[in-house]
T-cell receptor, first 113, second 114 residues
Framework: KNEVEQSPQNLTAQEGEFITINCSYSVGISALHWLQQHPGGGIVSLFMLSSGKKKHGRLIATINIQEKHSSLHITASHPRDSAVYICAVRVVSKIQGAQKLVFGQGTRLTINP | EPEVTQTPSHQVTQMGQEVILRCVPISNHLYFYWYRQILGQKVEFLVSFYNNEISEKSEIFDDQFSVERPDGSNFTLKIRSTKLEDSAMYFC????????????FGPGTRLTVL
């Protein structure tokens, strides 16, 4: 079983729709990251969360530590939001200075005009 | 805005050859990482590096791999004798602090082993 599971794997929507991508994890974490991977392969960090909710523009990320679940929401989606969205968790480690990230398989989002 | 850079963008090599992938992290960052992504698969952690030593490494990071910070700016990943299965995109990342800062990723180096 994967330590980080995302759903859905693929999502196609029309411009303007509200998008939700989910992430569940099974390990103890100190933080959760949402990343965006563009078609060319580059990875951009969107959010790092350890509790609650964060908002940046049209993007909102929430995390529920007790339920080991996080969601990424996109309001008023636009074709330029088309990308792979990746959830990654920072696993709690006894090693000082360690910050291992474990990644989900990604959600491929396509927004049609 | 400061960014992580990686060179080369694409490296083609023959099986058994040594390759060195180079990264220049953001200048005031202290924590450095290498990840890889085999085509069509998820990103995988390879190694983290702090204070001139490896702080954690994955099972993938065997004796064929090594990392080095040879000067104040570069952070390198060396693969001693490449295998076909080493073909992947390799991403370098850096962060300023351990717990409170996000990781900034470089654009990646696509390694193709023939």
């Amino acid at each position: 079983k994967n330590e980080v599971e995302q759903s859905p794997q693929n999502l196609t929507a029309q411009e303007g729709e509200f998008i939700t991508i989910n992430c569940s994890y099974s390990v103890g974490i100190s933080a959760l990251h949402w990343l965006q991977q563009h078609p060319g392969g580059g990875i951009v960090s969107l959010f790092m969360l350890s509790s609650g909710k964060k908002k940046h523009g049209r993007l909102i990320a929430t995390i529920n530590i007790q339920e080991k679940h996080s969601s990424l929401h996109i309001t008023a989606s636009h074709p330029r939001d088309s990308a792979v969205y990746i959830c990654a968790v920072r696993v709690v480690s006894k090693i000082q200075g360690a910050q291992k990230l474990v990644f989900g398989q990604g959600t491929r989002l396509t927004i049609n005009p | 805005e400061p960014e992580v850079t990686q060179t080369p963008s694409h490296q083609v090599t023959q099986m058994g050859q040594e390759v060195i992938l180079r990264c220049v992290p953001i200048s005031n960052h202290l924590y450095f990482y290498w990840y890889r992504q085999i085509l069509g698969q998820k990103v995988e952690f390879l190694v983290s590096f702090y204070n001139n030593e490896i702080s954690e490494k994955s099972e993938i990071f065997d004796d064929q791999f090594s990392v080095e910070r040879p000067d104040g700016s570069n952070f390198t990943l060396k693969i001693r004798s490449t295998k076909l299965e080493d073909s992947a995109m390799y991403f370098c990342a850096s962060s300023a602090t351990l717990l409170t800062d996000t990781q900034y990723f470089g654009p990646g180096t696509r390694l193709t082993v023939l």
